[in-house]
Structure formats: C-alpha cells, structure tokens
C-alpha cells in the first residue's frame, strides 16, 4: 500500500465511529511531525513493548551503540564499504 493509496473510510467502520479520524487523516498529520517527533510514532508503531528482550542482546546493543558514539568502533564510508565487499566477492 502506498502512501497515496490509503484505503477509504467506512462509515459503518466499529474503528472509524469510535476514533472519529480515518488512518489517513492520522497519516497525514503524522506526516507534519517534526522528524524527532515522527520517528517516535513509527517506533511506536513498530515495536511491541510487551514483548522481552533478551538481556544479553540489549547489552550487545547498548555497548555497539556506546562504540559508535565514542568513535571506539572502526568506520568508513559506504562507498568504502562497497569498495571491500566488492574486492572481498572478486567484483
């Protein structure tokens, strides 16, 4: 489904009487968001915070994200990263 294509409001929708928007009226006004704030909602959105996350992979996680941040973590650009893993595939 694209964004143009959002599916029209059913009025006998149980959804749409109770929430009084449609999904693309929300959409749209998600979309006016300031990016900081966008970013929230579609976390929001994709993330079940019901669910468990392992302890051992949130440590791995927090110590990649704390390597990146202090520069700790070797980096290169993408188009050095293409480079390697075209010279490491014989491309």
Known sequence: MTRGNLPKRKKESRYN?????????????ARQLPPRESEWVAHGLLIDETEEIDPEWASEVERRVADAESAAAPTCSWEELQSRLRARIGQ
């Open 17 to 29: 009487s109770v929430m009084g928007r449609t999904a693309a009226e929300i959409f749209e006004e």
